[in-house]
């Protein structure tokens, strides 16, 4: 799923409910100005038990940012809350617990929000 025109502006919250399919490797949800400028890319990777978050600028991979906290399962249910400011992007996990990325370009304005096949997405609000 992609969506062009999101309007999601910094102090913005974007709730996002999905179910991680049974036979997914990983699922990532990304957010920037389009499919080659993303001001997060953000990857659960069942194999490396990790969740990994990036940028892209103009189609080249940043610095990789790496957060062991797995909390994800194949066909489970889950609930992110995306927001960020100047600084940092903060992804609240299902268990509470909080993914923080920096906001390398600086956006204030996100209009791309996509999300892969490894996940169904149930529902997504922007507030």
């Known amino acids: 799923m992609e969506i062009h025109k999101l309007e999601m502006k910094k102090g913005m919250t974007l709730k996002l409910k999905g179910k991680i399919n ?66 940092e992007f903060q992804v609240k996990l299902p268990d509470d617990h909080e993914v923080k990325f920096p906001n390398r370009s600086k956006c204030s304005n996100l209009s791309y929000l996509s999300v892969s096949d490894g996940i169904q997405l149930i529902s997504f609000k922007l507030e």
């Open 22 to 87: 049974n036979n997914a490797n990983q699922f990532f949800i990304n957010l920037g100005c389009g499919p080659k400028d993303l001001a997060l890319h953000f990857n659960p990777r069942f194999g490396e038990k990790a969740i990994v978050c990036n940028s892209q600028n103009g189609g080249n991979w940043e610095k990789e940012h790496r957060d062991s906290h797995m909390c994800f399962q194949q066909g489970m249910e889950i609930k992110l809350i995306v927001t960020f400011d100047d600084e």
